[in-house]
């Protein structure tokens, strides 16, 4: 079954301590993207990678680092996590790097910051 | 840079009742427009999209959404709507030609009541 998923997919933590949400696709695209999810605010794009190891900034992209060492995974990275990184994850993937391609969306990893 | 808003953050009505869900857009260019759902607790998912062609666009689950160039909308309609409806639903918009960022609305919580 074609999916992408993401864990965990809840996560309480407290300031500064690093942590990592993984992203895995097996449908071998190339294309992969994580977004936050705020109320009011809709879906933002935090980091896009459009292939083995060319990654790049979205909107809002401070205080996250990512790696795409491989086709298949894209982990988001938080070093120093703080409040204001609380909220709703998602990872996504599509086929090419082109806007008329059907993303695919993960569950979701919802995360605290304490 | 293209924007998108999303009119109504929440709307609530009966079932069996039809429903229009507005989206308006901006971009200084051509647009491929998306309309996504959000089912409690799960990911986004690919209701249906505009690339080019009929204005007329059909999709899953008996939705369909019609793109106005001259009022830069892609409205979302569904003649009879069902409680298993209610969920969030997302305008999107990506420019056309090969923009890797699709920008999303705020959302609409579709509301369906018995």
């Known amino acids: 079954e074609a999916q992408v998923t993401q864990n965990p997919r809840y996560l309480i933590t407290v300031t500064g301590k690093k942590l990592t949400v993984t992203c895995s696709q097996n449908?071998?695209?190339?294309?992969m993207s994580w977004y936050r999810q705020d109320p009011g605010l809709g879906l933002r794009q935090i980091y896009y990678?459009?292939?083995?190891?060319?990654?790049d900034k979205g909107d809002v992209p401070e205080g996250y680092k990512v790696s795409r060492k491989e086709k298949r995974n894209f982990p988001l990275i938080l070093e120093s996590p703080s409040p204001n990184q609380t909220s709703l994850y998602f990872c996504?993937?599509?086929?090419?790097?082109?806007?008329?391609?059907?993303?695919?969306f993960g569950p979701g990893t919802r995360l605290t910051v304490l | 840079a293209q924007s998108v808003t999303q009119l109504d953050s929440q709307v609530p009505v009966f079932e069996e009742a039809p429903v229009e869900l507005r989206c308006n857009y901006s971009?200084?260019?051509?647009?491929?427009l998306f309309w996504y759902v959000q089912y409690p607790n799960q990911g986004l998912q690919l209701l249906l999209k505009?690339?080019?062609?009929?204005?007329l666009v059909k999709g899953i689950n008996g939705f369909e959404a019609e793109f106005n160039k001259s009022q830069t909308s892609f409205h979302l309609r569904k003649p009879s709507v069902h409680i298993s409806d209610t969920a969030e639903y997302f305008c999107?918009?990506?420019?056309?030609?090969?923009?890797?960022?699709?920008?999303f609305g705020r959302g609409t919580s579709l509301i369906v009541h018995p």
């Open positions: 971009s200084s260019v051509s647009v491929y």
């Open positions: 449908m071998n695209h190339e294309y």
């Open positions: 505009y690339l080019s062609g009929s204005t």
């Open positions: 996504a993937s599509r086929d090419r790097a082109s806007s008329t391609d059907t993303q695919y």
């Open positions: 990678s459009m292939n083995v190891e060319v990654t």
């Open positions: 999107a918009v990506s420019e056309a030609g090969g923009s890797y960022i699709p920008t």
